[in-house]
């Protein structure tokens, strides 16, 4: 009796466990040290400088709902006075302490990619900047890395208007801080977001 309620227990061990791993859902957590944001402001018409924000976050689902969190006042342009201005004048954190861009991608040709291989996918991005949502268009390619890890990124730079988020006012206020003729209101954006999968009880 008691070999018989041990191979029962074993049993229902093992269907518990097939059961999980056939109706568990699959999850990627954005992984921030090995993910950027990179956006390219050009001044005197010629002279383009590459800034980051250290801090960024985010999920990518089951579905396919993508969505990056970046904390603002993590800019970073390797000019202390300039990033504070930026926080200042530009994004003005203490009212707009973040942006978020969101965008579905096609979940069934992510969970068919093999390990190495990548595919290129349009993207609708909504942006949420400075109080204002607006959409944009770019072309990403998404690739299945190793151990389960998954990379979108831009094949070219995504071009934000600073017009479309009430943020010109903010660039002719660097502009005048910093006694130049002139800096661009067109805005390229460049991501590599890495997502580490994990999977989540249904």
């Avoid at 890395?145 to 903010?170: E, M, R, Y």
């Amino acid at each position: 009796m008691k070999m018989k309620k041990l191979i029962i227990k074993g049993l229902l061990l093992v269907l518990t466990s097939v059961s999980f791993q056939v109706f568990a859902k699959q999850e990627w957590i954005l992984n921030s040290e090995m993910s950027s944001v990179y956006f390219v402001s050009v001044k005197k018409s010629a002279v383009a400088e590459t800034h980051t924000f250290k801090n960024i976050s985010g999920v990518l689902t089951e579905s396919g709902q993508a969505k990056v969190s970046i904390d603002l006042a993590s800019v970073e342009s390797m000019i202390p006075i300039r990033n504070e201005r930026m926080k200042q004048h530009l994004f003005e954190v203490d009212k707009f302490p973040k942006a978020t861009i969101s965008a579905m991608v096609n979940a069934d040709k992510i969970k068919r990619l093999k390990p190495g291989t990548s595919k290129q996918q349009p993207l609708k991005l909504k942006l949420s900047l400075h109080g204002i949502e607006s959409e944009l268009e770019g072309e990403f390619s998404v690739t299945k890395l190793a151990n389960n890890k998954i990379q979108v990124s831009t094949l070219k730079p995504v071009i934000v208007n600073a017009a479309t988020f009430s943020l010109v006012d903010g660039i002719n206020k660097l502009r005048e801080l910093a006694s130049l003729p002139s800096i661009s209101t067109a805005v390229p954006v460049m991501v590599t977001l890495v997502y580490d999968g994990k999977s989540i009880a249904p």
